[in-house]
């Protein structure tokens, strides 16, 4: 079966009845968890961004405070799925200030969880790589974000000697 565009089905969806179209769309949102969460999202989180973002930070939080710390292979596994998590949350907002301020928080956490820990490759390339990551959405937001996001990086970026 081949996939139709994005245009093709704009098209046929505007054909259709308001009935037909919240049918259609219920059944979508039935088959993937994804499509639940960008939904809820859409219809009660997103008038609301600040709420929208604490939540997702109490999510990280909580799952900072329950990473298993027997084994550097257990730690970058959850740190890994945090990190998906922050990714498809920031998704579902579109906002780049959102997401700025979602992986900030994530360095955040890492740098003062992490600060006992000796020297470990993988968590320092995801640390580095997020604050690239930051450093790029804050070049594209406006000018006095920037310098409040810019000075936050600058703390992030400070020498500890581990993470």
């Not at 939540?55 to 959850?78: C, H, P, R, W």
């Not at 890994?80 to 922050?86: A, D, F, P």
């Not at 790029?136 to 000697?161: A, F, I, M, N």
Request: hydrophobic fraction near 35%.
């Amino acid at each position: 079966m081949k996939t139709a565009t994005l245009h093709e089905i704009k098209k046929e969806l505007n054909q259709l009845s308001q009935e037909e179209v919240i049918e259609h769309f219920l059944r979508v949102v039935k088959f993937k968890k994804e499509n639940k969460e960008l939904l809820t999202y859409l219809l009660f989180e997103s008038s609301y961004e600040e709420g929208f973002i604490a939540q997702v930070k109490a999510e990280m939080d909580q799952g900072f405070a329950e990473i298993n710390l027997s084994s550097f292979y257990f730690v970058k596994k959850t740190v890994r799925k945090i990190l998906r998590t922050v990714k498809k949350y920031s998704r579902y907002s579109g906002n780049k200030q959102t997401e700025v301020e979602l992986l900030l928080h994530f360095c955040r956490k890492m740098a003062e969880k992490w600060a006992f820990f000796g020297e470990n490759v993988t968590l320092t390339l995801i640390y580095e790589r997020q604050l690239g990551v930051i450093s790029k959405l804050v070049s594209s937001l406006h000018e006095d974000l920037q310098y409040d996001y810019t000075e936050e990086l600058k703390e992030l970026r400070k020498p500890r000697g581990r993470i």
